[in-house]
């Protein structure tokens, strides 16, 4: 998933009117925690995520899933403990549907530095 085209379209997302930021959001010597609801109420934020991700292409987003995906396998991966290595294994479907879609819709097969199992990826060349 390309996070850069993600983060142009959320650019150049036009803003609702009714945005106003807080005047802590311009000062990066603020206090206290700054947050995205200090630039836009949910609302507004839920229009823009709409836009950014109405634009985005459907491929795109099964990309981005698949990568999530392994990022979670593969954190449960790292930890050697019977509990996490049993949500990886849970996840594997998951990532293998997901594999299926991208190849479906004309993807390429993901690549990353993940810790999957040998059992986890589908026949790409088949």
């Known amino acids: 998933m390309n996070y850069k085209k993600i983060a142009e379209r959320f650019c150049a997302t036009r803003l609702p009117q009714t945005v106003c930021a807080d005047t802590c959001a311009s000062d990066p010597a603020y206090k206290y925690h700054r947050s995205g609801t200090n630039l836009l109420t949910v609302a507004e934020a839920e229009k823009v995520m709409a836009d950014v991700l109405g634009a985005t292409p459907y491929l795109e987003i099964l990309q981005l899933a698949w990568h999530q ?58």
Do not use: M, V
């Open 69 to 126: 995906t392994a990022s979670l396998i593969s954190f449960h991966h790292a930890d050697d403990s019977g509990k996490e290595w049993g949500k990886a294994n849970a996840l594997k479907p998951l990532l293998k549907e997901l594999e299926t879609q991208i190849k479906a819709y004309g993807g390429e097969q993901p690549k990353g530095e993940y810790l999957l199992g040998a059992d986890c990826r589908i026949a790409w060349s088949a």
